[in-house]
C-alpha cells in the first residue's frame, strides 16, 4: 500500500439493515481512516445507533459488508468483534462505586482477568498503566476517590478510560457529553483529541458546541443514509443540511 495514503481502519460497504421490513438503513457506505477521529450526526432516526450496532455485530447487516482492518466483520459473532479491538463505551465493565477511581482503572488493566488473576498483586506495569490511565483522563486528582462520589462528567472519564484500558483500536462514543455542564464537555473534547491518533474514535452527539470543539470531520446521516461529509462551517452553510434539521435548526446552530 503506498505509504501516502492513511490506511483505512473501518470500511462500511453498502451496508443495508432492516427491522422487520423497515430499512434503518440504505445502501450506507462510511470509510474512517486508522488513527482519525470522525463525528458522525444526524437528525432523530437517522440511523446513527443502529450503524454502530452493526459495526459492533449486534445488528447483522442485509446486504453489504464491515470490514476492519482489511478484515470482514460483518458475519462474526459479537465477542470476537471485540476480541478484533473495537469497543463502544457501553460496553465498558461498570463503574464499581465501592472502589476508587485508580482501583477501577486497576482492575480494568489487569491483563488477568481470572479470578486467580485478579487476587495477585498487580504487576508495575498495570500499576502504570493505571496511573498513565489516570493522566489521560485527567483523574489523577481523583485517584484515592471512591467512584460513587464522582461528579457525573468525571465518571464518565472514568468509564472512558476504563474502555481504553483495553487499548481498542477502534473507539465508539454515543453520546458521550449527555447531561454534562460546558466545562466538562470541553475537557471531554480534550480528552477524545488525546485520544485520536493512538485510537481510531468515532462519536455520535447532538451537542453542536461539542461537535465544534472535536473540530474533526463530519458525516451526515439522514433516512439511513449518508446524507453529507464536510467540516461543521460547511455543513451549516448547506441549505439542504439546514432542511433536514428543519423544526430543530436550533440543534445545528447551538454554540454553547
Ligand atoms: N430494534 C429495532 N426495531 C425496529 N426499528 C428499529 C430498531 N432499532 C431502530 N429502529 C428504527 O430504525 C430507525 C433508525 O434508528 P436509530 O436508533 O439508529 O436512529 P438514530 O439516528 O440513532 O436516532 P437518535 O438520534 O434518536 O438516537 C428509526 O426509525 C428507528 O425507529
Redesign the pocket.
Known amino acids: 500500500m503506498p505509504s501516502e495514503l492513511p490506511e483505512t481502519l473501518l470500511d462500511v460497504r453498502d451496508i443495508t439493515?432492516s427491522?422487520?421490513g423497515?430499512k434503518?438503513?440504505t445502501n450506507l457506505s462510511l470509510s474512517v481512516p486508522k488513527g482519525s477521529l470522525r463525528v458522525l450526526i444526524?437528525?432523530?432516526?437517522?440511523?446513527?445507533?443502529?450503524?454502530?450496532?452493526t459495526i459492533i455485530g449486534k445488528?447483522r447487516p442485509d446486504t453489504g459488508e464491515v470490514r476492519f482492518a482489511g478484515q470482514v466483520i460483518s458475519r462474526l459473532p459479537e465477542h470476537r468483534i471485540a476480541g478484533l479491538g473495537i469497543c463502544r463505551k457501553f460496553q465498558a465493565p461498570g463503574v464499581l462505586e465501592g472502589l476508587t477511581v485508580r482501583e477501577n482503572l486497576l482492575l480494568t488493566a489487569r491483563k488477568d482477568k481470572g479470578v486467580l488473576g485478579i487476587l495477585k498483586a498487580p504487576t508495575r506495569a498495570e500499576q502504570e498503566r493505571a496511573d498513565e490511565l489516570l493522566r489521560l483522563t485527567g483523574l489523577t486528582e481523583r485517584a484515592g476517590v471512591l467512584a460513587a462520589s464522582l461528579a457525573h462528567g468525571e465518571k464518565q472519564w472514568l468509564e472512558i478510560g476504563m474502555v481504553v484500558a483495553a487499548d481498542p483500536q477502534l473507539l465508539l462514543l454515543?453520546?458521550p457529553t449527555a447531561g454534562m455542564t460546558a466545562q466538562e464537555t470541553a475537557q471531554t473534547a480534550e480528552l477524545i483529541h488525546a485520544l485520536a491518533g493512538r485510537h481510531t474514535v468515532l462519536v455520535?452527539d447532538?451537542d453542536m458546541h461539542f461537535v465544534e470543539l472535536l473540530g474533526a470531520p463530519i458525516t451526515v446521516?439522514h433516512q439511513?443514509q449518508v446524507f453529507r461529509e464536510g467540516d461543521l462551517e460547511t455543513l451549516r452553510a448547506d441549505p439542504d443540511v439546514m432542511e433536514i434539521y428543519l423544526g430543530r435548526p436550533r440543534e445545528l446552530m447551538a454554540h454553547g
Do not use: Q
Open positions: 439493515v427491522f422487520d423497515f434503518a438503513i444526524g437528525p432523530n432516526g437517522a440511523g446513527k445507533s443502529t450503524l454502530l450496532d445488528v454515543d453520546e455520535i447532538h446521516l439511513g
